[in-house]
């Protein structure tokens, strides 16, 4: 079965950082691209990152460029994602997910909050 | 940048309804376009992908059609565990989702 939990999440004043991890079992990680997507409460989804299988490509949305690093380290199946400069309007629950056909794998989502 | 437009926002309807969502993208998006549902405090689940195809498990009264601009999601016979809102995503370029529709219990 396929499985992705995020963990990291948590509070984080604005200006602060974080990092997520993501941890695949169930599948061959290295074979796949994954994705960060967001939400914050009572929004929709939005698309935060992705980097290729081998992580050599990574794309950002604009709203986070500069800010959030996407990483991976295929020998752990694990996807990282670094967030720095945090704002409040990065509060949100972070997935990650898994590109097979389309996103066709979710982890559980972990909850960003930035807050004084 | 290709912005998805769901419409309509909202959907009230019954049990045994036929329901259709339907999906605009600013530009073509040829048949890349998928259908997810999502359930409040779950996760989103992957229904149709290239715009018509079901994902495995998914039941068949799902379906999806469209290319280029125009899409629509399907379902034949509302079910109770349907009510749901339901997003639209395009992954031509770059990644891109819809605002969602609600489809609620009228």
């Known amino acids: 079965e396929v499985q992705l939990v995020e963990s990291g999440g948590g509070l984080v004043q604005p200006g602060g950082s974080l990092r997520l991890s993501c941890a695949g079992s169930g599948f061959t990680f290295s074979d796949h691209w994954m994705h960060w997507v967001r939400q914050a409460p009572g929004e929709g989804l939005v698309w935060v990152s992705r980097i290729s299988s081998d992580g050599t490509n990574t794309m950002y949305a604009d709203f986070v460029k500069g800010r959030f690093t996407i990483s991976r380290d295929n020998a752990k199946s694990t996807l990282y994602l670094q967030m720095n400069s945090l704002r409040a309007g990065d509060t949100a629950v972070y997935y990650c997910a898994r590109y097979g056909i389309a996103f066709d794998s979710w982890g559980q989502g972990t909850l960003i909050t930035v807050s004084p | 940048d290709i912005q998805m437009t769901q419409s309509p926002f909202t959907l009230p309807a019954s049990v045994g309804d036929r329901v259709t969502i339907t999906c605009r993208a600013s530009?073509?998006?040829?048949?890349?376009l998928a259908w997810y549902q999502q359930k409040p405090g779950k996760v989103p689940k992957l229904l149709i992908y290239?715009?018509?195809n079901l994902q495995s498990g998914v039941p068949a009264r799902f379906s999806g059609s469209g290319y280029g601009t125009e899409f629509t999601l399907t379902i034949s016979s509302l079910q109770p565990d349907d009510f749901a809102t339901y997003y639209c995503q395009q992954y031509n370029e770059y990644y891109t989702f819809g605002q969602g529709t609600k489809l609620e219990i009228k």
């Open positions: 290239k715009a018509s």
């Open positions: 530009q073509t998006v040829g048949n890349w």
